[in-house]
Each structure stands twice: as structure tokens, then as C-alpha cells.
């Protein structure tokens, strides 16, 4: 199944926490470079392109947890 669950697992270690902030920031600022998986995770918002707005919902989703 290559569907894409954007649920904010950007470390694939099935625990969303900072560790996922952090990675999602370095791709934003383009010193890491994500896979497919990684990608989609990241991408929360499913608008193909991961920025500032994706953090923002990572964040809240971890503070809503």
C-alpha cells in the first residue's frame, strides 16, 4: 500500500515527539534531505511541500497529545 499517512513519524521510530520537530525543521532548512516515507510524514498539511505550516501542526499535534 503506497498510500500516504501524513501522521508526523518523520523519524520512523513510531513515536511522535521532538525528535520529528527537529528533522522537519532541518528539511525545511534544506541540511537534511527526506525519503518518500519521510517526506509524506512530514508533509501534515498534504500540500506537497514541507514548511513552516507543517511545523506548526506537528507542534500541535504533539502538545495536543
Do not use: F
Amino acid at each position: 500500500d503506497d498510500e500516504c499517512i501524513a501522521d508526523g513519524d518523520v523519524s520512523q521510530d513510531d513515536i511522535v515527539n521532538v525528535i520529528d520537530i527537529v528533522t522537519t525543521v532541518n528539511y525545511v532548512l534544506g541540511t537534511a534531505v527526506p525519503n518518500e516515507e519521510q517526506s509524506c510524514a512530514a508533509d501534515m498539511n498534504a500540500d506537497s511541500v514541507i514548511n513552516v505550516i507543517d511545523i506548526i501542526i506537528l507542534v500541535n499535534l504533539i502538545i495536543e497529545s
